[in-house]
């Protein structure tokens, strides 16, 4: 008899964390960030961040991975196609770097870190040290300019936040206590589209309601 066996949908979070953190491990961390404004960049490296991981480990197309978190077409290739050796170049100038790349990386840039990122995990160089500074004696460090987007991220992971979201109730109900650049993310929850399909799509909505306010 034959049997058939149903796709098993495996989760990429865990995963894109990694490659995320390294990420901002390769820039210098988050004291660095914060110290040329630039924590601006959280949003940009988690969304290719899940582009990298989603193409390299679950082989999606480009077209797929556009509509899962939410990016252009184009904007998915240029992250996909960007140089990891031409970001490790400009890392290597951090100050001139970050100083000149601006409030948002461009969609190369953030695509060539998060390749490299990835490149290092798959060969074994990946360190904890980053954990150890997102505790919450840095957080504090960090002053006004707590970097909102890991912390969402971090909350949605301890609560175990299941993807795609239907409708704000679940936000409410399980994150209506966090808080974002003083606002709570239960208000928050009252402007974001649904469904919410993957947390790239919910840290996308998240920045948009936050520069209309």
Do not use: C
Not at 70 to 98: C, M, P, T, W, Y
Not at 121 to 135: N, Q, Y
Request: charged fraction near 35%.
């Amino acid at each position: 008899m034959k049997v058939e066996l149903e796709p098993v949908e495996v989760n990429p979070d865990p995963v894109v964390l990694r490659v995320f953190l390294k990420s901002i491990e390769l820039l210098g961390g988050l004291r660095k960030l914060a110290e040329f404004r630039a924590l601006t960049w959280l949003p940009s490296i988690a969304r290719a961040a899940y582009a990298v991981v989603l193409k390299e480990e679950f082989n999606r197309t480009e077209e797929e991975i556009a509509r899962e978190i939410g990016l252009a077409h184009q904007s998915v290739r240029n992250i996909l196609r960007a140089d990891s050796n031409a970001a490790l170049e400009k890392i290597r100038r951090e100050k001139e770097f970050l100083e000149t790349e601006g409030k948002e990386p461009k969609v190369h840039t953030a695509g060539g870190i998060v390749k490299l990122a990835y490149k290092l995990i798959r060969e074994g160089e990946e360190e904890s040290k980053l954990f150890v500074e997102f505790s919450s004696q840095v957080l504090e460090a960090l002053s006004e300019e707590v970097p909102w987007a890991y912390i969402l991220l971090k909350a949605i992971k301890e609560k175990g936040i299941e993807f795609p979201i239907s409708g704000k109730e679940e936000i409410i109900s399980k994150l209506g206590d966090v808080r974002i650049k003083k606002k709570s993310l239960a208000k928050i929850a009252e402007k974001l589209p649904y469904p919410i399909n993957n947390p790239a799509f919910l840290l996308r909505e998240v920045k948009k309601v936050l520069d209309q306010d």
